[in-house]
């Protein structure tokens, strides 16, 4: 069973260019999550999708930071205008909703430095 | 709100028992869980235990669980090279995951 995927693995661009990261579930899992991680840090959730809705966007720096997941399954995570802070690596994670132990499976993620 | 802390870093020899530990604040958190994470990796999911329980043993890893004092603990048996990584201690509220800042373990041959 193929994994999480995520692409592009690497991202080096200027501040103030915009990016975007995309992500595919595992096949049937329902609901997606983005994540970003900082260096030395754990990941922190910025949005969270059961099928198309998000349903939790609260972490999510909406002025510079939006999130699609048409049809519900694939998924593209988008920074317009980028700054230096966002340097960190994007994860993107799925699981069953409804699952006895809310397992999540992690992509290996993309690794954005702004310069 | 939550808050889950971990200890930074863990060095040992191989074939020695690793502990790694952790703290959270939820206490409503139903399941508790270990991922690994190697470098230029996503995480991968260890183990999990559930709030009512007191000690999970799978194979090598030994979870045990202090749900009074909140307190977590990971045990790796007969420590392998191989894992070498950073572990992170995560617990669950409104269905998401709160991750502590991980431990980096170092098995030294």
């Known amino acids: 069973e193929a994994g999480v995927v995520q692409s592009p693995r690497y991202k080096i661009i200027e501040k103030k260019q915009p990016v975007a990261f995309w992500c595919n579930p595992i096949?049937?899992?329902?609901?997606l999550y983005w994540y970003r991680q900082n260096l030395g840090q754990g990941p922190e959730l910025l949005i969270r999708y059961e099928n198309e809705e998000a349903v939790d966007d609260s972490q999510l720096p909406k002025d510079r930071f939006s999130a699609e997941r048409l049809k519900g399954v694939d998924s593209t995570l988008k920074i317009q205008p980028t700054e230096l802070g966002d340097s960190a690596v994007y994860l993107c994670?799925?699981?069953?909703?409804?699952?006895?132990?809310?397992?999540?499976?992690f992509g290996p993620g993309t690794r954005l430095t702004v310069t | 709100g939550e808050d889950v802390e971990q200890s930074l870093f863990l060095s040992v020899r191989e074939g020695d028992s690793s502990v790694i530990n952790c703290t959270y604040t939820?206490?409503?958190?139903?399941?508790l869980y270990w991922y690994k994470q190697e470098p230029g990796a996503g995480l991968q999911l260890l183990t999990y235990?559930?709030?009512?329980?007191d000690m999970k043993q799978d194979q090598r890893l030994t979870v045990l669980l202090n749900k009074k004092d909140k307190h977590l603990s990971l045990r790796i048996a007969d420590t392998q090279t191989g894992d070498s990584a950073i572990y992170f201690c995560?617990?669950?509220?409104?269905?998401?995951?709160?991750f502590g800042k991980g431990t980096m373990l170092l098995v030294s041959p």
């Open positions: 994670a799925s699981s069953l909703t409804g699952g006895l132990s809310y397992e999540q499976y």
């Open positions: 235990i559930f709030s009512n329980m």
């Open positions: 096949s049937g899992h329902n609901t």
């Open positions: 995560a617990e669950v509220g409104y269905s998401t995951l709160t």
């Open positions: 939820d206490s409503s958190s139903t399941y």
